[in-house]
């Protein structure tokens, strides 16, 4: 067990439609990422958090946001949802903020299937 | 733009033989690089890493290799086991604007018993 953790485990919903997927980092750690993986891919880097800012973006689409609270658990919305979105949704955190040093722990993933 | 590319995307060997996975990296100014195995049905899992000022690193079965001239490292898996049968991605440090913590492509290793 890694100490993060993610809810929902699995979510089936309809094109169009908004999704909110939760993220608990381990104790202490201060910054949250989230990675995408669809089939057979590997982990895409969508947006990283420390302490409640954004530290770093990738490929997201806008329809997609992300915010850090002040008790440091992470939430990323997906709206107007498509089938191409239908994957699974990492989430990792790490002590600090500087990812050339930084060893990230993974939760387990919410599988998203849109339909 | 920076990138991680990852070889081979899928790996089978017999059980007791080694295994070897390489990553290549374009941002020379990346000094942390790390290993993750992902089980199937779970989260990648950190396994090794090394920084840039150690050439190899080793702990028990696996080691990784780096060579910052040619900007490249590897993992190498000895003697290796059917539970080592899994995803295996590298990754990198690689700044495009800010840095961000990115991922090779993975490989997928089968261990055949």
């Known amino acids: 067990d890694s100490g993060v953790t993610q809810t929902p485990k699995h979510l089936i919903t309809a094109t169009g439609q908004r999704v909110t997927l939760r993220c608990s980092p381990r104790?202490?750690?201060?910054?949250v990422y989230w990675y995408q993986q669809s089939l057979d891919q590997g982990l895409q880097f969508l947006i990283q958090?420390?302490?409640?800012?954004?530290?770093a973006k990738g490929n997201i689409l806008e329809r997609f946001s992300a915010q850090q609270f002040p008790d440091l658990h992470s939430e990323l919305n997906l709206s107007s949802l498509e089938l191409g979105d239908s994957a699974l949704y990492f989430c990792?955190?790490?002590?600090?903020?500087?990812?050339?040093?930084?060893?990230?722990?993974f939760g387990s993933g919410t599988q998203l299937s849109v339909l | 733009g920076e990138n991680v590319e990852q070889h081979p995307s899928t790996l089978s060997v017999q059980e007791g033989d080694s295994a070897v996975i390489k990553c290549t990296y374009s941002?020379?100014?990346?000094?942390?690089f790390p290993w993750y195995k992902q089980e199937l049905g779970k989260g990648p899992q950190l396994i090794i890493d090394?920084?840039?000022?150690?050439g190899e690193k080793k702990d028990q079965r696996i080691a990784v290799t780096l060579n910052k001239t040619a900007k490249h490292f590897s993992l190498h898996i000895t003697e290796t086991q059917p539970e080592d049968s899994a995803v295996y991605f590298c990754?990198?440090?690689?700044?495009?604007?800010?840095?961000?913590?990115?991922f090779g492509t993975g490989t997928r290793l089968k261990v055949l018993a």
């Open positions: 941002d020379s100014a990346s000094n942390y």
């Open positions: 090394i920084r840039s000022n150690v």
């Open positions: 958090y420390y302490n409640g800012e954004e530290r």
């Open positions: 990754a990198a440090s690689i700044r495009e604007g800010t840095y961000k913590y990115i």
């Open positions: 104790s202490g750690d201060l910054s």
């Open positions: 990792a955190s790490s002590v600090g903020s500087e990812v050339r040093r930084e060893k990230l722990f």
